[in-house]
């Protein structure tokens, strides 16, 4: 239960709400069992956020077990912890890695992608391409079946990742 933890701690927040355009329900009940469409990064900085502002993230890509790459391509949740007070902006996470990257701002920044439709399935890799380790900069991995990080269930892919992280959807 640990996933509700840093969850907690975003009840109250003010999220930037994107319409779900890409994905024709936001409830697992269509597609059922071990199968997901949202990948939740959250940011888990704790140490020296003043200078670090948390992890600092390029992309993130799916590749399918049938050898399908994507990129995300929609934003549905976007949070910036402690670290950053501007207005939380992750548009530049939709498409492949590029030379810009958003800093989360630390324990609590959080992001919600998917990727144009495409399901994830059990066996599918997720990569999420941070620009690399820095004084104490972590983070985790889920995969979900909403576009909320409160609402629904979140299945942990990994935990306490650091830099460029590739985990296999369990
Ligand atoms: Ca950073
Ligand atoms: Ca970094």
Redesign the pocket.
């Known amino acids: 239960m640990r996933w509700m933890l840093p969850l907690v701690a975003l009840i109250g927040c003010d999220f930037i709400e994107v319409v779900d355009k890409d994905i024709a329900s936001d409830t697992a009940s269509t597609y059922g069992g071990a199968t997901y469409a949202y990948v939740l990064v959250g940011d888990r900085s704790s140490t020296d956020l003043s200078s670090?502002a948390g992890?600092?993230l390029e992309g993130i890509r799916l590749d399918t077990p049938s050898g399908g790459i994507f990129y995300s391509t929609l934003v549905h949740e976007c949070e910036f912890g402690p670290g950053r007070e501007d207005e939380a902006d992750c548009s530049g996470l939709v498409g492949s890695p590029g030379s810009e990257?958003v800093s989360l701002g630390g324990d609590g920044g959080t992001v919600i992608v998917s990727f144009g439709g495409e399901y994830i399935e059990s066996g599918a890799t997720i990569t999420v391409y941070?620009?690399?380790?820095?004084s104490g900069?972590l983070y985790d991995i889920y995969v979900g079946d909403t576009t909320s990080s409160n609402t629904g269930t979140w299945t942990t892919c990994a935990a306490g990742a650091t830099?460029e992280f590739p985990c296999e959807v369990p």
Request: net charge negative.
């Open positions: 670090t992890i600092d990257s941070e620009d690399g380790y820095e900069e830099g």
